[in-house]
């Protein structure tokens, strides 16, 4: 069993410029290797990641496993929101 965060397999992809992002949807991409969250306009979406991308993340640390279905990532920071004050 991975332990990590799953994350559908279609969500992971891997940009334009060579990030490797998880796609929230309404254009927001977060690299998975630096937390940032970066507008899809800055960043054309290239493809879904592929294993050996995947297998790269394992190696790196950045998830714990993958499967046919889920990438298991370790936890990504949450993205900064306004606060009522």
């Known amino acids: 069993m991975n332990r990590g965060a799953p994350m559908k397999r279609a969500f992971v992809c891997v940009l334009a410029?060579?990030?490797t992002c998880v796609d929230w949807g309404d254009g927001r991409f977060q690299d998975v290797r630096t937390?940032?969250?970066?507008?899809?306009?800055?960043?054309?979406?290239?493809?879904t990641a592929t294993d050996s991308e995947l297998e790269a993340l394992v190696r790196q640390g950045l998830a714990t496993g993958y499967d046919a279905q889920y990438v298991y990532l370790?936890?990504?920071?949450?993205?900064?929101?306004?606060?009522?004050?």
Do not use: I, Q, S
Request: aromatic letters at 8%; a negative charge.
């Open 35 to 47: 937390g940032e969250f970066r507008p899809m306009a800055n960043a054309p979406f290239a493809h």
């Open 74 to 85: 370790l936890p990504l920071p949450e993205e900064a929101r306004k606060t009522l004050d």
């Open 17 to 19: 410029d060579g990030a």
